[in-house]
């Protein structure tokens, strides 16, 4: 039963004002029609259009809705493995050889929603309820830190247990660790429930980093039965969070897709609807990520395995490199739900991040155990921080926990414009090596280090004389005892 406490609360989270200023004549930028008729005229593409789509990504020109179309109905086993040289090949030349990380941070557990797939919804009774006290976020902080971690996301269930005040008072407590020499969390982004441009610009004052909002489903029909109650099952308040995160002056935003709801077709084109609309409105400013979580199973949630809509590894694949054949300037997380078979499969396709070391049983980093019944769905990779490091490095990739960038006002349009023009890697490069060697330094195990400070000295060398030397001097600094060394 929904409490008279969360009934008050949802009344007044809402609020219609701040979603009719976005509509076009009293429509939402998301046309089904529209997207399954652009689908199915796009059925059986020419390969010289498919080609010339591709070389329009090669570009880094942001594809339209026809041409994204067009790339999803690819068959032929040789223009897909045209379509996916060239995923790698973009992520390479935006942001290259470097992966940033980061871990998830579930706060809270408590939802007043109903989502037919989620551990968390308000009727499941197997899962255990649980919202981290001050002392026991401090203890989980300090066991993320730890690990090496500098960057999280922050996960709150959508209750009143969990509104601004509270994510206020938990990033505020967050950012508040520091264990010597370089223990501490430089970066904490959000995952919460949609709130009001008010609420947003408050916590833009306590210095949350991207704001994380996930559609799960753009299909209007399938969402309305999936999120049947709760603050969740107003569409069109969910579509624009993002919308009013901009004009609250959160200008680092990240939607998603829950594939397994509905037609990972429908959704490929909802993304990439949803990055036009965000740019049509706010100076070409869209995504600084693109999340494509699929659905796994959680305790008591019989919905996860029963979908006819749940994706296959190969279908996988193809969502990834779709996506970032379409919007080729955006970052690209893909998470710790994968399997590390799926992962080291998928990583080549374009993606800029991972987690390591995750745990997403709300206050279980600091007990070291797995609690199902606290967890919203169950993770497939279990690989601690270092051993995804230890990997990524013998793959030739820096692991970047660079935030240098957010703390010097690097985001949003002026972010946009040099990932638009491929020059991710030429600013962000220096900072991920001596974010790397500070690791290496501090928490890297014996064989981490072994393959990690030779891949140090390679990309050195493959940095612009000028750049060359002062990232030297940089990482000279780091093994001198010096922490927190960026340009």
């Known amino acids: 039963m929904t409490s008279k406490t969360e009934n008050a609360w949802m009344e007044q989270v809402i609020r219609p004002d701040e979603i009719e200023p976005y509509l076009i004549k009293g429509r939402d930028f998301i046309d089904d029609d529209l997207i399954h008729s652009q689908l199915e005229a796009a059925r059986n593409p020419e390969p010289a259009r498919v080609r010339d789509i591709i070389a329009k990504s090669l570009e880094l020109r942001r594809l339209e809705p026809e041409e994204t179309a067009a790339l999803i109905h690819v068959t032929d086993p040789e223009l897909l493995a045209e379509m996916r040289a060239a995923a790698g090949r973009i992520k390479d030349r935006v942001y290259g050889g470097r992966i940033v990380t980061f871990a998830p941070l579930y706060l809270s557990n408590y939802c007043v929603n109903s ?26 902080t300090r066991a993320l830190v730890d ?16 509104g601004v005040e509270y994510i206020e008072e938990t990033l505020e407590a967050v950012y508040s660790v520091k264990k010597p020499p370089s223990g501490e969390i430089r970066r904490a982004n959000i995952n919460a429930a949609p709130m009001d441009i ?66 990972w077709r429908f959704e490929v084109m909802g993304l990439l609807y949803h990055t036009m609309d965000l740019e049509s409105r706010f100076g070409g ?21 029963q979908s006819p809509w749940l994706v296959t590894d190969e279908d996988f694949e193809r969502i990834v490199t779709v996506i970032r054949l379409s919007v080729p300037y955006t970052g690209m997380i893909l998470t710790a739900r994968e399997t590390p078979e799926v992962r080291e499969r998928i990583l080549p396709l374009g993606i800029t991040q991972l987690d390591f070391g995750s745990n997403i049983g709300v206050g279980s980093y ?24 230890a990997w990524l490095a013998r793959e030739g990739h820096v692991t970047s926990f660079c935030t240098a960038g957010y703390r010097c006002g690097r985001t949003g349009d002026y972010f946009m414009q040099i990932a638009k023009q491929g020059k991710v890697h030429r600013l962000c490069m220096p900072n991920a090596i001596t974010t790397f060697a500070e690791y290496l330094e501090d928490y890297a195990g014996p064989e981490t280090r072994q393959v990690g400070w030779p891949l140090v000295e390679t990309e050195i060398r493959h940095l612009p004389e000028d750049r060359r030397r002062v990232v030297r001097e940089m990482v000279a600094r780091i093994k001198a005892g010096e922490r927190d060394v960026y340009v």
């Open 198 to 263: 008010a609420s947003l610009e408050r916590l833009k004052k306590v210095g949350i980093g991207t704001f994380q909002v996930f559609q799960e489903t753009y299909h209007h029909e399938t969402y309305q039965r999936v999120h049947p109650r709760g603050i969740k099952a107003d569409y069109r308040w969910r579509l624009y969070a993002l919308h009013r995160c901009m004009d609250a002056g959160v200008d680092d935003i990240a939607p998603g897709v829950l594939f397994g709801l509905y037609d």
């Open 366 to 389: 600091a007990r070291g155990s797995y609690d199902p019944e606290k967890q919203q769905f169950l993770l497939n990779d279990q690989r601690s921080l270092d051993e995804g490091i």
């Open 115 to 140: 989502c037919v797939y989620c551990g968390y919804r308000k009727e499941n009774r197997e899962s255990s309820r649980k919202r981290l006290t001050r002392e026991e976020l401090l203890s989980e």
């Open 147 to 162: 690990q090496g971690h500098k960057r999280l996301i922050m996960v709150y269930g959508e209750h009143p247990l969990s």
């Open 285 to 305: 400013v869209g995504p600084h990520t693109i999340s494509f979580p699929r659905m796994e199973p959680a305790v008591g949630t019989a919905f996860t395995e």
